[in-house]
């Protein structure tokens, strides 16, 4: 539905916010491997801890926007990427082809406006629309409360969580999964 419009205005605690939502483009590289980078550097939502290089980015990007695993952004009036979401490949084998991994990143400027909401409620109306997606899975930080909070919200169901997978800063993290079938 969003792709069909030039701008959206979102209702924020911080006043009324206006974005589009787009495919990603080679473009929008460098914008969002530094909103990741960021969530590297300084979070746990995602388990990496070496920064991505420009490289590396190119290849996750081309890795993307085929068949059933687009990368969307959210953008503001001046065309500055505010976040993305990503449908990834599951798993390796080819019996997981119609299941994918959603991640949602947003730039710090951006947190706590609804842009997250938006993007999850475009990139699932988008899945629904495709054949070729039946089962969308989150795996959350365990202790991420605000995605866990915002995936259940958006009718995702528990898929089991397991304990202390990883370790980033120090802290010993586990993964919650949850999914929507479509």
Known sequence: VFAFLDKMIYPSSKGDLFMKIRLCTEADI???NAIYNHEIEN???TFDT??????NAITWFNSHNTSNHPIFVAVDDNSKVLAYCSLSQYRDKNAFDTTVEISIYVDLSARRQGVARALCNHIIAYAKGHSDIHNIVSVITSNNEKSLNLFKSLNFKDGGTIPAVGIKFGQTLGITNLYLLV
Do not use: E, I, L, M
């Open 30 to 32: 460098d914008a969002v």
């Open 43 to 45: 979070g746990v939502a």
């Open 50 to 55: 070496v920064t991505r290089s420009k490289d």
